[in-house]
């Protein structure tokens, strides 16, 4: 095992908000600051700021910012740190890392797509093992998902097919933009005795470049950690959701999404979807965020991870750690052979289902990277760790509410058949499971203004048109 496996995530801050006023440079401490003092008084921000660089000496604006900062966000007015952001490049981190980093709601991310570059970074996971039987054992196994993702790509077996049966430690690259309050969040979300050891290191690191050119509004204040303050995200490295569970056994764990709430439909008319959908009325579309749908549906984590990407929808899901406890109950993938028939234990990619012997070796080494997850726990690592070496094509389950104005915008990029294959199947299904069960003016309308772009604005936004759009 070479030690770049056992390296740690490169993290480099390329840009911060910052600026100028007058003559002078003003930095994220300084604008978070006088923004907080700017609330009480009936000067601008630049003239609060310009005002106190030109009569304060260097130690008494110093001390002026602290105060502000104190009596704002000290005293958990929180606000005041959505004024400053930050860019980071994040190189060879562990998709791992990038499960828990896109799960809060107002980070920002566009990251390297395992559908379309190769998986060449390696693969993460713990020094504590290293030199041990297991570590060999590790390096084995591992190895033999790289080795089948290089041969699905061989053979014609799209990307993001194969990508399935690598492991959750496999190296990426991301950028991630938020707010210091969102850095904050995820800071506190990464404390939790549940979370992947990986996860919580690179959280520091970003904090601790944070802290480097904003040491005031990074500073740890009492006041400032407490989680009621938050917009809560899902966790999927976090404690039992117990709650979730209980929904997964009422539905005698679905195959597919159910349905298993609506809020405010009642309000939707077809004359009101008209307007939003082919007026583009912003009043309109603004009223569809209170209407929609609670679905619940098994997931791979490949789909979660692309699906908790689109910050819009909101989830709350099984965590990794239940998942993989549950599906040792099923000795193999449950039901035909057939992609659009779920798996209640992992998710075969439709291009292996025409290969019986890639999808047999798929099956085999799935199974041997489960075995190699427990393995990791009786020899007494923690979870937290063994986690790295599950493989993508576990499947969780995730409860998500979707607005109908997310119905008309996202769904229209889902069900697109350039759309990855397991997100489409899904979107559809909610669609299919939202119609039967809807009262029938409501099934009516979202038949008719809930689809893709060809099919309701007769445009095509693709390079590569499908012959669905040019029928």
């Not at 998710?347 to 290969?355: D, G, K, S």
């Not at 019986?356 to 427990?374: A, H």
């Amino acid at each position: 095992m070479t030690e770049a496996m056992f390296q740690k995530p490169n993290v480099k801050l390329i840009a911060y908000t910052q600026g100028k006023v007058g003559e002078y440079k003003i930095g994220p401490d300084d604008i978070c600051a006088f923004s907080a003092a700017g609330c009480r008084d009936s000067r601008s921000l630049y003239q609060i700021i310009l005002d106190a660089k030109n009569k304060l000496t260097s130690e008494e604006y110093q001390k002026e910012k602290e105060h502000y900062l104190n009596v704002s966000v000290g005293n958990a007015h929180l606000s005041v740190l959505d004024k400053a952001n930050f860019e980071f490049s994040v190189e060879g981190l562990p998709r791992t890392v990038t499960l828990a980093l896109c799960e809060p709601h107002f980070f920002s991310h566009l990251q390297q797509s395992q559908r379309f570059t190769s998986a060449d970074k390696g693969c993460y996971f713990s020094e504590n093992v290293k030199g041990t039987k297991l570590c060999e054992k590790t390096q084995k196994v591992l190895d033999q998902s790289f080795i089948l993702y290089e041969q699905g790509d061989s053979s014609n077996i799209k990307m993001e097919d194969a990508r399935y049966i690598l492991p959750l430690g496999t190296k990426t690259n991301i950028s991630t933009n938020g707010s210091a309050r969102e850095f904050l969040y995820f800071d506190i979300m990464t404390e939790q005795e549940t979370m992947p050891p990986i996860v919580r290191d690179t959280a520091k690191l970003m904090y601790e470049e944070i802290t480097k050119v904003a040491p005031l509004i990074s500073k740890k204040r009492e006041k400032t950690r407490e989680v009621l303050s938050f917009m809560p995200s899902s966790q999927l490295f976090g404690e039992c959701n117990e709650s979730l569970n209980n929904l997964i056994e009422k539905y005698n764990r679905p195959t597919k999404p159910v349905l298993i709430d609506t809020f405010d439909l009642d309000a939707i008319t077809k004359k009101s979807m008209h307007r939003a959908v082919k007026e583009r009325n912003m009043n309109e579309l603004a009223n569809l965020k209170s209407s929609g749908y609670v679905f619940l549906f098994p997931i791979s984590l490949a789909g979660f991870h692309q699906g908790t990407r689109q910050r819009t929808w909101d989830h709350t899901v099984e965590t990794a750690y239940d998942a993989v406890q549950r599906v040792a109950e099923y000795d193999n993938p449950t039901g035909p052979n057939d992609f659009s028939k779920y798996s209640l234990k992992h998710r075969v990619p439709p291009q292996l289902l025409h290969n019986e012997y890639g999808l047999d070796s798929y099956n085999q080494q799935t199974n041997k990277m489960f075995d190699l997850y427990d393995e990791w726990l009786d020899e007494g690592e923690p979870k937290q760790e063994a986690v790295n070496v599950l493989p993508h094509n576990l499947i969780i389950y995730d409860r998500v509410k979707i607005d109908m104005w997310n119905m008309i915008h996202s769904f229209r990029q889902r069900l697109c058949t350039t759309a990855q294959w397991e997100i489409r199947r899904i979107t559809e299904q909610m669609l299919d499971e939202a119609i039967k069960k809807s009262p029938e003016y409501v099934s009516d309308i979202l038949e008719e203004y809930i689809g893709t772009r060809c099919e309701i604005d007769k445009v095509c936004f693709e390079s590569k048109p499908c012959a669905k759009f040019k029928a």
